[in-house]
């Protein structure tokens, strides 16, 4: 398999992220206002950047995300395996007290290394990775794209990362994110690098 240059960026802000509420991939939420302006940020930073194409989930908050540099005729593909992980029960609600203190219990035994426990009616990080390496396996094996842009979500990127990087999986949250925040991967056509970490410097003038 070629090198390739891989720009990672989470989605924009949306409401459901302003107000608290669990979104995962059965919430399709559009930006919000300030999400729009990250967004915009984001291009005006990276615009000269020669993608050859661009990734997204199916959910349009990632597509409303990188939707400038499409607008520049650049390749689009939208792969369900980029999805946000499900929450199952929990998506569209508020995270009160005891919704915090679900996600945080799941969140300690991912930590303990308890991967393949779902969320109720939801996924796994297990299953998050299993319905990712295809989608994976098909960004890098297309020989014509060197430098591509990847735009999804907070966790899956956590879980994303892990698998690129091999690390276990129990390491996820290792990786912080925050919206529209960028990760740049070099691959070398056998293993991946980091060469930025949750880089928000091109946010600096976003109110």
């Not at 669990?22 to 984001?42: C, I, M, P, T, Y």
């Not at 919704?99 to 219990?105: G, P």
Request: hydrophobic share 35%; glycine share 6%.
């Amino acid at each position: 398999m070629n090198s390739k240059k891989i720009y990672i960026v989470r989605h924009g802000q949306t409401d459901f992220n302003l107000r608290n509420i669990v979104q995962g991939s059965g919430v399709d939420s559009s930006l919000n206002e300030r999400g729009q302006a990250q967004a915009k940020a984001f291009f005006e930073t990276y615009k000269e950047v020669a993608f050859d194409k661009i990734y997204t989930s199916v959910l349009q908050r990632t597509v409303q995300s990188v939707q400038s540099f499409i607008d520049l005729g650049i390749p689009h593909e939208k792969l369900v395996g980029l999805n946000e992980i499900s929450w199952g029960t929990k998506e569209g609600h508020p995270i009160t007290p005891e919704e915090d203190e679900y996600y945080h219990y799941m969140l300690k035994q991912w930590q303990l290394g308890n991967t393949s426990l779902c969320i109720e009616k939801g996924e796994s990080p297990d299953d998050v990775v299993k319905r990712m390496k295809p989608a994976v396996e098909h960004i890098l094996q297309q020989t014509t794209e060197q430098t591509v842009l990847i735009c999804m979500h907070g966790r899956a990127i956590r879980i994303l990362l892990c698998h690129l990087l091999n690390y276990p999986l129990k390491s996820m949250d290792m990786f912080e994110h925050q919206n529209l925040c960028l990760y740049q991967l070099t691959y070398t056509g056998s293993m991946f690098s980091v060469e930025c970490y949750n880089d928000v410097r091109h946010l600096r003038l976003v109110p």
